[in-house]
């Protein structure tokens, strides 16, 4: 494994969001911000401060804002509309599937706290099905991005790219480690690590996890080939069946449940195209509960210590 | 169209035609020929109420957004006349789909924030129905109207009184809805939702207040299936076709109708 990566400093996701809004507002007028009173969690403040009359505040009213941002949107605004991702996507499914994705509005869904790892809030706050709800629906593109830079850049990327977007990110601080200057290609999976003996897709910041699995693994003789699948939908189906023909043996991971998640995308592809061994690092079948993002990560086996075992398992079933 | 679809709205659609006809034909600032979803430079009217096509289509089709023969597609397969309003097939003169009720109100919401950003002095209309209004959405975006100052927003709600399961007041009571939206901060006017004379002056009274910071609420009052007489006043025909003998007998007691396509 020739590949090194830094961690420049653990960094939120939901700051790189920040981060891209503003610079990418900077750049095009049209762009706009609504959220529905989680603005500093959204980290939309400075944008906010910048451009008043661009920012909406919605109150907590989601179906509203979802409604509003589509009137933005047709009306030829780029609005980009925030909150938790629960709230942005099970709460207002059905606004989100009229009013969005079959309208084919310019919508970007900006989705923090998603997953487990908002932590102490519990449950009630978390998801695991998001993937799999906005995946479903046609015309959505769905974006998870691995770490603060990526984060930045799939905001600035979605800001140019027409139709509906879905992007996914968290509350807690993860390692920062892609290039800052990394430009986001939606749709374009990336290999990160050159390998031979098991494929590991990852998303999100088990992307990270999934690096120091490949570190581990690589002492005991195991050569993994990483790729990011940042962006879920629409999926990059030659990156992945290139890399499985290669290797033979896929562990997927994400922190997402088993059901709707990447981890049976990639498998529902390979199924048709290319049968082989699967193994999944996600969460089967369950709700979570309150605790410190690193407890959960544990606790959930969405670690790598998980990844390493997995790929144990997926290897001698080659 | 109702009758060759097979299925469809009557009801409501008879509820709301003469004030819909009265709108576009008399008060709209629109243009077939300069329409664009994005709607620059001219009023927008929003269905919220989606199941209310077969007036809808009926009445854009005789504004010339498409030709009249195409309402004969209603309803049929690879149609752009879908049962509820869609964009996919890009039919004209249909900004947004509808149909899964309670979303255009908040729709034509951003739609009029984009107009004032854009310093468009055009008009955002919605219609909306009265048991839609059972929707908890459409009091969202009665709140954020007000709020934001929605003064060039003109809604209009069919108040015929009755839903698909019966009577409004003793499904989900609606209560003084007059009432209601002018609690929520709108300016409020209760019409008689069939007569002309009336339904124009409540388009000139929601006009005059543009400036005050005040979203418009016109309560149309109307009847179910008005001017059919096996049709009005009840629930009984909300979703119903009816066949080729009462179709016949609708038409004809509509001395004032086109004849069908």
Same mark, same amino acid.
């Given at each position: 494994m020739n590949e090194?990566?830094?961690?420049?400093?653990?960094?939120?996701?939901?700051?790189?969001?920040?981060? #891209? =809004?503003? %610079?990418? #507002?900077?750049?095009? /007028?049209?762009?706009?911000? !609504?959220?529905?009173?989680?603005?500093?969690?959204?980290?939309?403040? %400075?944008?906010?401060?910048?451009?008043?009359?661009?920012?909406?505040?919605?109150?907590?009213?989601?179906?509203?804002?979802?409604?509003?941002?589509? $009137? !933005?949107?047709?009306?030829?605004?780029? /609005?980009?509309? $925030?909150?938790?991702?629960?709230?942005?996507?099970?709460?207002?499914?059905?606004?989100?599937?009229?009013?969005?994705?079959?309208s084919d509005?310019?919508?970007?869904?900006? +989705?923090?706290?998603?997953?487990?790892?908002?932590? %102490?809030? #519990?449950?009630?706050?978390?998801?695991m099905e998001d993937i799999g709800l906005m995946r479903m629906l046609p015309n959505l593109t769905v974006i998870n991005s691995c770490d603060y830079n990526q984060t930045k850049a799939a905001t600035i990327a979605m800001a140019d790219?027409? $139709? /509906?977007?879905? =992007?996914?990110?968290?509350? /807690?601080?993860?390692?920062?480690f892609?290039?800052?200057?990394?430009?986001? %290609?939606? #749709?374009? +999976?990336?290999?990160?690590?050159?390998?031979?003996?098991?494929?590991?897709?990852?998303?999100?910041?088990?992307v990270w996890e999934s690096i120091v699995a490949?570190?581990?693994?690589?002492?005991?003789?195991?050569?993994?080939?990483l790729i990011n699948i940042h962006t879920i939908k629409p999926l990059d189906i030659k990156t992945v069946i290139e890399s499985v023909a290669k290797t033979g043996a896929v562990v997927c991971a994400e922190e997402h449940l088993i +059901?709707?998640?990447?981890?049976?995308?990639?498998?529902?592809?390979?199924?048709?195209?290319?049968?082989?061994?699967?193994?999944?690092? +996600?969460?089967?079948?369950m709700f979570g509960q309150s605790g410190l993002p690193s407890e959960l990560l544990k606790e959930y086996r969405l670690d790598s210590g998980s990844i390493v075992e997995a790929v144990k398992r997926v290897i001698v079933r080659k | 169209m109702v009758n060759m679809?097979?299925?469809?709205?009557?009801?409501?659609?008879?509820?709301?035609?003469?004030? @819909?006809?009265? &709108?576009?034909?008399?008060?709209?600032?629109?243009?077939?020929?300069?329409?664009t979803r994005e709607g620059k430079g001219l009023d927008m009217f929003f269905l919220s109420a989606g199941h209310l096509t077969p007036v809808y289509y009926s009445i854009l089709a005789r504004s010339g957004y498409f030709p009249i023969q195409e309402l004969a597609e209603f309803r049929k397969l690879g149609s752009r006349l879908q049962g509820h309003p869609s964009v996919e097939r890009g039919l004209p003169g249909i900004h947004i789909a509808s149909g899964s009720l309670g979303q255009g109100l908040s729709v034509a919401g951003g739609a009029a924030i984009a107009k004032r950003l854009n310093a468009d002095k055009n008009f955002v209309y919605v219609l909306i129905g009265d048991g839609e209004s059972e929707e908890g959405q459409i009091w969202e975006a009665a709140l954020f109207a007000a709020q934001k100052k929605l003064d060039h927003?003109?809604?209009?709600?069919?108040?015929?009184?009755?839903?698909?399961?019966?009577?409004?007041?003793?499904? &989900?009571?609606?209560?003084? @809805?007059?009432?209601?939206?002018?609690?929520?901060?709108?300016?409020?006017?209760?019409?008689?939702?069939?007569?002309?004379e009336a339904i124009l002056n409540s388009f000139k009274w929601a006009k005059a207040g543009v400036g005050n910071g005040k979203p418009k609420m016109l309560l149309m009052k109307t009847e179910m299936g008005k001017g059919v007489d096996f049709m009005q006043g009840t629930n009984q025909w909300h979703g119903k076709a009816p066949n080729n003998e009462q179709t016949d007998r609708a038409l004809s007691q509509l001395k004032e109708t086109l004849g069908d396509f």
């Amino acid at each position: 494994m020739n590949e090194i990566f830094t961690n420049t400093g653990n960094k939120d996701t939901r700051s790189g969001f920040g981060a #891209g =809004l503003l %610079e990418a #507002g900077r750049k095009n /007028p049209d762009i706009m911000a !609504l959220c529905a009173d989680l603005t500093g969690s959204l980290k939309m403040d %400075e944008f906010a401060k910048e451009f008043p009359d661009r920012f909406i505040q919605c109150g907590i009213a989601e179906a509203n804002m979802i409604g509003t941002a589509a $009137g !933005l949107a047709l009306s030829g605004k780029i /609005p980009f509309a $925030g909150s938790f991702a629960n709230f942005l996507t099970g709460r207002v499914y059905d606004q989100v599937r009229q009013s969005v994705a079959y309208s084919d509005t310019n919508v970007k869904l900006c +989705a923090s706290h998603a997953g487990i790892t908002l932590g %102490e809030d #519990g449950a009630t706050h978390q998801i695991m099905e998001d993937i799999g709800l906005m995946r479903m629906l046609p015309n959505l593109t769905v974006i998870n991005s691995c770490d603060y830079n990526q984060t930045k850049a799939a905001t600035i990327a979605m800001a140019d790219y027409p $139709g /509906p977007v879905y =992007l996914r990110f968290g509350r /807690p601080s993860v390692p920062n480690f892609t290039p800052a200057d990394q430009k986001f %290609e939606i #749709g374009k +999976a990336l290999r990160m690590i050159e390998g031979k003996d098991v494929t590991i897709f990852a998303t999100g910041h088990l992307v990270w996890e999934s690096i120091v699995a490949a570190q581990e693994l690589e002492k005991i003789g195991i050569s993994v080939e990483l790729i990011n699948i940042h962006t879920i939908k629409p999926l990059d189906i030659k990156t992945v069946i290139e890399s499985v023909a290669k290797t033979g043996a896929v562990v997927c991971a994400e922190e997402h449940l088993i +059901a709707g998640g990447m981890g049976e995308l990639v498998s529902g592809l390979l199924a048709r195209k290319l049968p082989s061994p699967v193994e999944f690092v +996600a969460v089967d079948d369950m709700f979570g509960q309150s605790g410190l993002p690193s407890e959960l990560l544990k606790e959930y086996r969405l670690d790598s210590g998980s990844i390493v075992e997995a790929v144990k398992r997926v290897i001698v079933r080659k | 169209m109702v009758n060759m679809a097979g299925s469809g709205h009557p009801g409501g659609s008879l509820s709301s035609t003469d004030f @819909l006809t009265a &709108l576009f034909f008399y008060e709209l600032n629109h243009d077939p020929k300069k329409w664009t979803r994005e709607g620059k430079g001219l009023d927008m009217f929003f269905l919220s109420a989606g199941h209310l096509t077969p007036v809808y289509y009926s009445i854009l089709a005789r504004s010339g957004y498409f030709p009249i023969q195409e309402l004969a597609e209603f309803r049929k397969l690879g149609s752009r006349l879908q049962g509820h309003p869609s964009v996919e097939r890009g039919l004209p003169g249909i900004h947004i789909a509808s149909g899964s009720l309670g979303q255009g109100l908040s729709v034509a919401g951003g739609a009029a924030i984009a107009k004032r950003l854009n310093a468009d002095k055009n008009f955002v209309y919605v219609l909306i129905g009265d048991g839609e209004s059972e929707e908890g959405q459409i009091w969202e975006a009665a709140l954020f109207a007000a709020q934001k100052k929605l003064d060039h927003l003109i809604v209009m709600t069919d108040w015929n009184g009755q839903q698909i399961d019966g009577p409004v007041s003793s499904i &989900l009571n609606l209560g003084d @809805l007059d009432a209601k939206w002018r609690a929520f901060g709108w300016d409020c006017l209760v019409v008689d939702g069939h007569n002309m004379e009336a339904i124009l002056n409540s388009f000139k009274w929601a006009k005059a207040g543009v400036g005050n910071g005040k979203p418009k609420m016109l309560l149309m009052k109307t009847e179910m299936g008005k001017g059919v007489d096996f049709m009005q006043g009840t629930n009984q025909w909300h979703g119903k076709a009816p066949n080729n003998e009462q179709t016949d007998r609708a038409l004809s007691q509509l001395k004032e109708t086109l004849g069908d396509f």
